[in-house]
């Protein structure tokens, strides 16, 4: 979940009258945390004069439940990992449009993107959403990641962690500190936060996450399975989609063998999230490693603390 709240509406009179175009290269085949992050600031940001517009390279989940409609969005799929053919069309689109800034978003955006800041001379700016070397269970597919995303950047104008700590991860990686700006992700805030009826004797936990293996969605099973087996009366909300069809079966077939099937409901996708969190009574985050920024890492949510967990009315929390 993003970190940083925005209160009220930007408001864009200081800023003069030219509008500055700035295209987003993005993956787009999820709508995970940083997707969702882009898509709120593209509702935004035309209000502060600029002009948004997204450039797909794996076109699937993010064209369909964006809710910013109104940015422009190309749809540019690669056939492979190193497909280089989208950068033509990424060049003639920059070109043709008149797009002044490229804003890539992963290792393989990032590819593309750079190839087009080089040959139309638009400037290039990095998003850095999460340690590539440390962002799947997959080494060997993070050292290449890594290595590509380290090759890409050799002409970037500026690269923006969304957290100091990923701040210090591009300094250790040699990146001038000239180029860093460290800005944390941003996300509507609530103006009421529901609190947990005193009288419930019941718990349920939750979790809203792109369900992948670095989230570490197994070792909340096997916590919901002790609590269950010590006679607590808790079960588990999870909210958002499964990266794999067989991520998907291998995470359901570990709930029944843990005797846990009534007791975890799998929404699945929703736009909305604030309706879901006040199905919680607590927020549950075990992610194992590759967070950007975990909730409450900046503060500034009523429901969210440090650590990823956090029980409303006061009550203390259960640190599976």
């Keep these: 979940m993003p970190s940083s709240t925005v209160t009220e509406r930007p408001v864009a009179h200081n800023l003069g009258r030219r509008t500055h175009k700035v295209l987003h290269v993005i993956n787009g085949e999820v709508y995970g945390g940083a997707e969702r992050a882009l898509d709120l600031l593209a509702l935004e940001l035309p209000a502060l004069g600029f002009q948004v517009a997204f450039a797909c390279l794996k076109p699937a989940l993010f064209p369909k439940v964006r809710r910013a409609r109104q940015a422009r969005l190309?749809?540019?799929?690669?056939?492979?990992?190193?497909?280089?053919?989208?950068?033509r069309a990424l060049v003639r689109i920059i070109r043709r449009q008149g797009y002044s800034l490229i804003y890539a978003h992963t290792a393989r955006s990032v590819m593309v993107a750079s190839l087009a800041s080089k040959i139309t001379g638009v400037p290039l700016v990095y998003h850095v959403q999460s340690p590539t070397s440390r962002d799947t269970t997959n080494?060997?597919?993070?050292?290449?990641?890594?290595?590509?995303?380290?090759?890409?950047?050799?002409?970037v104008s500026a690269l923006m962690p969304v957290s100091e700590s990923l701040g210090e991860h591009v300094r250790r990686q040699g990146f001038s500190e000239e180029l860093i700006s460290v800005v944390p992700n941003g996300s509507p805030c609530r103006e009421s936060v529901p609190r947990r009826d005193e009288s419930k004797t019941d718990w349920t936990l939750g979790i809203t996450a792109?369900?992948?293996?670095?989230?570490?969605?197994?070792?909340?099973?096997?916590?919901?399975?002790?609590?269950?087996?010590?006679?607590?009366?808790?079960?588990?909300?999870?909210?958002?989609?499964?990266?794999?069809?067989?991520?998907?079966?291998?995470?359901?077939?570990?709930?029944?063998?843990?005797?846990?099937?009534?007791?975890?409901?799998?929404?699945?996708?929703?736009?909305?999230?604030?309706?879901?969190?006040?199905?919680?009574?607590?927020?549950?985050?075990?992610?194992?490693?590759?967070?950007?920024?975990?909730?409450?890492?900046?503060?500034?949510?009523?429901?969210?603390?440090?650590?990823?967990?956090?029980?409303?009315?006061?009550?203390?929390?259960?640190?599976?």
Excluded: C
């Design 74 to 87: 190309y749809k540019l799929p690669m056939r492979g990992r190193f497909d280089l053919r989208p950068v």
């Design 139 to 155: 080494k060997w597919k993070n050292r290449i990641n890594g290595l590509v995303e380290r090759l890409s950047l050799g002409r």
């Design 210 to 320: 792109l369900i992948r293996p670095r989230k570490g969605i197994e070792i909340l099973l096997r916590a919901l399975a002790i609590l269950n087996s010590q006679g607590l009366p808790v079960r588990l909300r999870v909210v958002g989609p499964f990266e794999t069809s067989q991520y998907e079966r291998k995470v359901k077939t570990l709930t029944e063998k843990l005797g846990l099937s009534k007791l975890v409901d799998w929404v699945g996708y929703t736009g909305d999230i604030n309706s879901e969190l006040a199905r919680m009574d607590l927020f549950v985050l075990p992610s194992l490693f590759g967070e950007g920024t975990p909730p409450g890492s900046a503060g500034g949510h009523g429901r969210r603390r440090a650590g990823g967990y956090h029980a409303r009315g006061g009550q203390p929390g259960v640190d599976p």
